[in-house]
Protein backbone atom coordinates (compact mmCIF):
# COMPACT_ATOMS: atom_id res chain seq x y z
CA UNK A 1 0.00 0.00 0.00
CA UNK A 2 1.50 3.25 -0.76
CA UNK A 3 0.25 6.92 -0.58
CA UNK A 4 2.04 9.12 -3.07
CA UNK A 5 1.11 12.36 -4.71
CA UNK A 6 -1.76 13.39 -6.75
CA UNK A 7 0.81 14.69 -8.96
CA UNK A 8 0.47 12.98 -12.75
CA UNK A 9 4.17 12.70 -13.39
CA UNK A 10 3.98 9.98 -10.13
CA UNK A 11 2.95 6.66 -11.41
CA UNK A 12 3.55 4.30 -8.83
CA UNK A 13 3.15 1.30 -10.68
CA UNK A 14 5.83 2.26 -13.18
CA UNK A 15 7.76 3.75 -10.24
CA UNK A 16 7.50 0.22 -8.58
CA UNK A 17 6.98 -1.99 -11.59
CA UNK A 18 3.77 -3.20 -10.91
CA UNK A 19 0.58 -4.03 -12.52
CA UNK A 20 -2.46 -1.96 -12.57
CA UNK A 21 -4.40 -3.49 -9.24
CA UNK A 22 -1.01 -4.80 -7.76
CA UNK A 23 -0.37 -1.60 -5.31
CA UNK A 24 -2.96 -0.21 -2.98
CA UNK A 25 -2.36 3.47 -3.73
CA UNK A 26 -4.05 6.54 -1.69
CA UNK A 27 -2.85 9.68 -3.76
CA UNK A 28 -2.94 13.31 -2.08
CA UNK A 29 -1.49 16.57 -3.30
CA UNK A 30 2.07 16.54 -1.52
CA UNK A 31 1.49 12.82 -0.29
CA UNK A 32 0.91 14.76 3.41
CA UNK A 33 -0.35 12.95 6.52
CA UNK A 34 -2.56 15.46 8.42
CA UNK A 35 -3.64 14.09 11.87
CA UNK A 36 -7.79 13.91 11.96
CA UNK A 37 -7.57 13.37 8.27
CA UNK A 38 -10.88 10.79 7.57
CA UNK A 39 -9.93 10.27 4.35
CA UNK A 40 -6.59 8.54 5.03
CA UNK A 41 -7.51 6.84 7.87
CA UNK A 42 -10.26 4.92 6.34
CA UNK A 43 -7.76 4.30 3.55
CA UNK A 44 -5.28 2.70 6.04
CA UNK A 45 -7.93 0.85 8.34
CA UNK A 46 -9.14 -0.43 4.89
CA UNK A 47 -5.45 -1.63 3.88
CA UNK A 48 -4.75 -3.04 7.16
CA UNK A 49 -7.70 -4.44 8.50
CA UNK A 50 -9.65 -6.31 5.53
CA UNK A 51 -7.26 -6.00 2.95
CA UNK A 52 -4.60 -7.49 5.76
CA UNK A 53 -1.84 -5.55 3.87
CA UNK A 54 1.52 -5.08 6.47
CA UNK A 55 3.87 -2.75 4.29
CA UNK A 56 3.31 0.76 3.55
CA UNK A 57 5.57 3.35 1.61
CA UNK A 58 5.24 7.15 1.15
CA UNK A 59 6.44 7.97 -1.76
CA UNK A 60 7.12 11.62 -2.36
CA UNK A 61 8.95 13.09 -5.52
CA UNK A 62 11.34 15.77 -6.75
CA UNK A 63 10.11 19.14 -7.69
CA UNK A 64 6.51 18.83 -5.69
CA UNK A 65 5.05 22.46 -6.48
CA UNK A 66 2.83 21.29 -2.58
CA UNK A 67 6.52 20.81 -1.10
CA UNK A 68 7.64 23.82 -2.03
CA UNK A 69 4.04 25.61 -1.44
CA UNK A 70 3.99 24.48 2.25
CA UNK A 71 8.00 25.16 2.49
CA UNK A 72 7.36 28.61 1.69
CA UNK A 73 4.03 29.43 3.96
CA UNK A 74 6.12 28.02 7.05
CA UNK A 75 8.88 30.02 5.99
CA UNK A 76 6.54 33.16 6.86
Do not use: Q
Not at 47 to 74: F, K, Q, V
Amino acid sequence: MMISCSDSRVAPEITCNAKPGEIFVHRNIGNIVWPGDWNIGAFLEYGIDYLHIDTLAICGHEGCGAMNTRSSSLRG
